[in-house]
C-alpha cells in the first residue's frame, strides 16, 4: 500500500507542475504579444517650393519697309512653377504713324497686325496654351490663362502684319508697344 500511495503523491506533483508549467507558458505569450503590439513610433518629414515666376524678353524690331504681311518672332523667357496669367496689351493698336495716326488723305497711318502667343505646359502632362489677337483687340487688354497648368519653359510670340488699308501707308516712322505682364496665380 506504500508504494500505491506513493505513486499517487508522485503523479499529483508532477500534474501539477505541468499545470503551473503551462500557466507560466500561457502568461509568458501573452505578455510578448502586448509589448510587440504597444511598440512603434510617428515619422513626419515637411518640406516647402519656393514659388518662381520670371518673364524675360522683350526686343526692339525693325520692319524695314512695310508693305504689310511682314512676319517677327520672339521667344519668351518663362518659367513658372505656379498656375498663370499672362496679359497683352497694346499702346496704340497697331503699328501707328508717329505723327499722324490716323493717316492723311488716303493714306492709312496705321498697319494692324495680329499676335499669335505659344506657351508648352505642364499639367501634370505635357500640353500646349495658345491664342490669337488682333491689335485692335489688344487696346482692350487680354488675358492668356494657364488654366491649372504651370510653365514648361519658354514660349513665342508672333507678329503678323496685315494688309495696310486704302491707298496704302502714309510716308514716316511707325511704332508700337505692347506690354506682356506675367501674374502668378497662387
Known amino acids: ?6 505513486a499517487s503523491r508522485m503523479w499529483a506533483q508532477g500534474a501539477a507542475a505541468a499545470v503551473l508549467a503551462g500557466c507560466l507558458a500561457t502568461a509568458g ?3 510578448a504579444e502586448t509589448v510587440e503590439s504597444t511598440s512603434g513610433f510617428d515619422v513626419m518629414v515637411t518640406g516647402r517650393i519656393v514659388s518662381d515666376c520670371v518673364l524675360t524678353g522683350g526686343a526692339d524690331f525693325d520692319l524695314g519697309e512695310l508693305t504689310g ?3 517677327v518672332k520672339a521667344n519668351l523667357g518663362l518659367r513658372c512653377n505656379l498656375p498663370f496669367d499672362l496679359t497683352f496689351e497694346s499702346q496704340r493698336g497697331g503699328l501707328a504713324h508717329i505723327a499722324k495716326p490716323r493717316g492723311e ?4 497711318g496705321l498697319l ?3 499676335l499669335r502667343v505659344v506657351v508648352p505646359t505642364l499639367a501634370p502632362q505635357a500640353g500646349t496654351m495658345s491664342a490669337s489677337y488682333s491689335s485692335a483687340d489688344l487696346i482692350a487688354r487680354r488675358t492668356l490663362s494657364s ?7 519658354g514660349g513665342e510670340i508672333e507678329f503678323r502684319m496685315q494688309q495696310p488699308q486704302g491707298a496704302g501707308l502714309l510716308a514716316g516712322e511707325y511704332s508700337e508697344t505692347l506690354n506682356v505682364t506675367l501674374q502668378p496665380r497662387v
Open 105 to 108: 488723305g488716303p493714306f492709312a
Open 69 to 71: 504681311g511682314e512676319v
Open 1 to 6: 500500500m506504500g508504494w500505491s500511495f506513493g
Open 147 to 153: 488654366g491649372e497648368a504651370v510653365a514648361a519653359g
Open 112 to 114: 494692324p497686325y495680329t
Open 29 to 31: 505569450a501573452a505578455h
